[in-house]
C-alpha cells in the first residue's frame, strides 16, 4: 500500500510529463539525428521561395538570349541589304562612268589610243561660254571653272546626319537648283560630282560619295522629273580638297556637292 503523499507527488508529475509529450510531438517531426526538426514549415518555404527566384532568373537569362539571338539575325540581314545596296550604287556609277567615255568621242573604239590633246579637249567660243549664265540660288556658290559652270553646295545642307537620306531642308534646296538648271541649263548636261570626307580609309570616302550622288540623281529623276540623260553621276570621295584634312573643320569644308554644268547639250 502507497503512501498518501506518494500518490500526491506522482500524480502531477505524470500529468507535465504527458503534456511535454504531447506538445513535442506537435511541434514537428524528428529529425534524422534523433531531434525534434524545429520551425520545418518555415524552412521549407523558404526552399521553396528561393527555387523560385532561381527559376525566374533562368527564364530571365533564356529570354535575353533569344533577344540577343534575334538582334544578331536582323544585324546579318541589315548587313546584307547594305551589301546589295552597296553592289548596285557600283554597277550605276560604272554605267555612269562608260556612258561619260561614251559622250566624250561615241565613235571611238576602247582599244584605240587616245587623241591628241587638242583633239581631245574641245575649246568653246566665248559665245558658248557667254551662254552659260551664273545663278544665284539661296544655300549655295556659283562660278565658272573655265567653260562650265560649278553650283556648289555643303553636304550637311542637303543629307540628314545619316549621310545618305536627303533631308527635308536639302530637298528644298535641290528644288531651287533643279529649278535653276530647268530655267537656265535645260539643254545642259549636269554632272553631280560628290565630295566625301567620312571615314577612314578612301575607299569608304569614294563609296559614301557614290550613295550621296546617286541619292541626289535620283531625286532629280523622281522628284523633279528632270531628264534622266541629262546627269552624270561622279564619285571624287577625298580626291580633291579644298582645306587641310587635319582638321574636322577642314573635312565639313571639303564634303561638298557640286552640279558642274557643261557647254555641250544632250
Keep these: 500500500m502507497q503512501h498518501p503523499s506518494i500518490n500526491r507527488f506522482i500524480k502531477p508529475t505524470m500529468v507535465v510529463v504527458a503534456c511535454l509529450v504531447s506538445w513535442g510531438c506537435q511541434s514537428g517531426p524528428i529529425g534524422p539525428d534523433g531531434k525534434f526538426a524545429w520551425n520545418q514549415g518555415q524552412r521549407q518555404a523558404a526552399a521553396n521561395a528561393n527555387e523560385s527566384a532561381q527559376q525566374q532568373q533562368v527564364n530571365q537569362l533564356n529570354n535575353d538570349n533569344e533577344s540577343l539571338h534575334a538582334q544578331l539575325a536582323q544585324a546579318r540581314q541589315q548587313y546584307r541589304v547594305t551589301a546589295q545596296e552597296l553592289e548596285l550604287i557600283k554597277s550605276e556609277l560604272k554605267q555612269a562612268t562608260d556612258k561619260l567615255a561614251i559622250q566624250k568621242d561615241p565613235n ?23 551662254s552659260l549664265p551664273l545663278v544665284d540660288v539661296q544655300g549655295t ?44 541649263y535645260s539643254k545642259q548636261i549636269i554632272t553631280i560630282e560628290a565630295h566625301a570626307y567620312q571615314g577612314i580609309t578612301p575607299t569608304e ?58 557647254p555641250k547639250s544632250f
Design 108 to 130: 571611238q573604239p576602247a582599244n584605240l589610243t587616245p587623241p591628241a590633246i587638242a583633239d581631245a579637249i574641245p575649246v568653246p567660243s566665248p559665245t558658248i561660254e557667254q
Design 141 to 184: 556658290t556659283t562660278g565658272r571653272d573655265g567653260n562650265t559652270v560649278r553650283i556648289e553646295v555643303a553636304t550637311t545642307n542637303v543629307f540628314s546626319p545619316d549621310g545618305v537620306s536627303v533631308s527635308a531642308v536639302g530637298q528644298t534646296l535641290l528644288d531651287q537648283i533643279a529649278s535653276a538648271i530647268t530655267t537656265n
Design 205 to 262: 570616302h569614294h563609296d559614301l560619295a557614290a550613295r550621296q550622288a546617286i541619292a541626289i540623281y535620283r531625286y532629280m529623276q523622281t522628284q523633279r522629273l528632270l531628264p534622266a540623260n541629262q546627269f552624270i553621276v561622279m564619285s571624287r570621295g577625298s580626291s580633291a580638297p579644298r582645306y587641310s584634312t587635319a582638321t574636322e573643320q577642314g573635312r565639313r569644308g571639303n564634303s561638298r556637292i557640286e552640279f558642274i554644268v557643261s
